[in-house]
Each structure stands twice: as structure tokens, then as C-alpha cells.
């Protein structure tokens, strides 16, 4: 089936850092959508994109559809405590169906 | 306060039991999804609906199945036919399953084998 391949797969990074997160595919999206995940919770969208080339920021937070159509980039600037959690991608293909990533597990130190 | 609704939070199984995840929502949305996480992996697509009445098999349908009668509700039954039954199970919705429109998850259910 398709697969998305997001890296990094962990990040460990002290207070006030940037972070820079991505996912690729071997499939063209027509859609990119970006998720955050607490333990023990559903995950929470924090951007959607939906036109090749398209950066939307939503706070700290800036993500962007790449211009290929197969990946998508997540930026968080000047991290905080409250940013831990874990980032998923997804990605829609012309089926409607949403591919998941498997992850970026980010850990931010004081 | 519109949202969705997972119940319970925690539950447990015993071998051979049958048991019913619930998911409501009231957010007025007429497409809706079973996915299931394991550690360390994406979310995989067990079952999804569109309207009432109709449901689809996901990616991993198998010791699974579901029921669409009312629209707010789409309650999941894991099956003594699946034989790995452990891992957090989420329930999101959409308002319809056209392009551009992006699910929204609620705070899951973790069950666990006894």
C-alpha cells in the first residue's frame, strides 16, 4: 500500500530551538494535512494545505505543500515546553483516503 | 461544546469476548472513520462511513466490524476473531468525504487484552 516516510522519526532539542520536520511519498497528494498528538489523546490539526507550493502558518507553526505534489514540510519556531508531543503528516489521495505518516516524536528540554 | 466522543477511555478484554467501542459526535458531520495506532506507527484505517446506513472496509477490516444507524454514532466492535486486539483505537469525522475536508479526532480508547 502507499506509505509515507516521515522524518525524523524523534527529536530532542532545548527550549527556544526551531524544529524542522517532513514527510515524503512515492504518491502525489492533493491534499497535506499536518496533526498533533498529546499522550493519551486524539491527535489535533494544526495546518492544512491543499494547493502545491502553499505555506500556511498557524502561530509558531509554518508548513508548506511541496511543489512536487510528494512531500510536506512542518516548522515550528522557538520552541516551547508545550510543544512536546508527537507530529503526524497525512496526506489524501484522489480516493478521499488519508495516508498517515508514522510519526516525529519531539522532546523539548528547558 | 461540539465534538467527538470516545467512550470508554480504558477497556479490557478477555479472550473470546466481543467488545463495543463507542464514538459520537455532534458536530453535524456526515463522514466518519475507525483507526487503530499501535506504538511507534501511523494510524491505519479499520472501518469508515459516508452516510447512515453505508460503511466501508478500511486497510485492516479483518475481526472488525461497525454500524452506521444514527448519524451522530458509529460504534466499532472488536471481535474474538481478531487475535491482536491491543492498541489505541481512534474515532474521527468529517463533514462529508470530499477533497479539502480534514478529520477531526477524539481522545481515543485504549484497550488491552486480560
Known amino acids: 500500500g502507499q506509505q509515507l516516510n516521515q522524518s525524523p522519526q524523534s527529536m530532542f532539542i532545548q527550549e527556544g530551538e526551531d524544529v524542522s520536520m517532513n514527510c515524503t511519498s512515492s504518491?502525489?497528494?492533493?491534499?497535506w494535512l499536518w496533526y498533533k498528538q498529546d499522550p493519551g489523546e486524539g491527535p489535533v490539526l494544526l495546518i492544512a494545505?491543499?494547493?502545491?507550493?502553499e505555506l500556511t502558518s498557524n502561530g509558531r507553526l509554518t508548513a508548506q505543500f511541496g511543489i512536487t505534489r510528494k512531500d510536506s514540510f512542518l516548522n515550528i519556531s522557538a520552541s516551547i515546553p508545550s510543544d512536546v508531543g508527537i507530529y503526524f503528516c497525512?496526506?489524501?489521495?484522489?480516493?478521499?483516503?488519508?495516508?498517515f505518516g508514522t510519526g516525529t516524536r519531539l522532546q523539548v528540554f528547558p | 461544546d461540539g465534538g467527538i466522543t470516545q467512550s470508554p477511555k480504558y477497556l479490557f478484554r478477555k479472550e473470546g469476548q466481543n467488545v463495543t467501542l463507542s464514538c459520537e459526535q455532534n458536530?453535524?458531520?456526515?463522514?466518519m472513520y475507525w483507526y487503530r495506532q499501535d506504538p511507534g506507527q501511523g494510524l491505519r484505517l479499520i472501518y469508515y462511513?459516508?452516510?447512515?446506513?453505508?460503511?466501508q472496509k478500511g486497510d485492516i477490516a479483518e475481526g472488525y466490524s461497525v454500524s452506521r444507524e444514527k448519524k451522530e454514532s458509529f460504534p466499532l466492535t472488536v471481535t474474538s476473531a481478531q487475535k491482536n486486539p491491543t492498541a489505541f483505537y481512534l474515532c474521527?469525522?468529517?463533514?462529508?468525504?470530499?477533497?479539502?475536508?480534514?478529520?477531526?479526532f477524539g481522545d481515543g480508547t485504549r484497550l488491552s487484552i486480560l
Open positions: 462511513s459516508q452516510i447512515v446506513n453505508d460503511f
Open positions: 497525512a496526506g489524501r489521495v484522489r480516493t478521499d483516503k488519508l495516508i
Open positions: 494545505l491543499y494547493k502545491a507550493g
Open positions: 458536530l453535524n458531520h456526515d463522514a
Open positions: 504518491s502525489i497528494f492533493n491534499t
Open positions: 474521527a469525522s468529517s463533514p462529508t468525504r470530499a477533497r479539502g475536508q480534514p478529520q477531526h
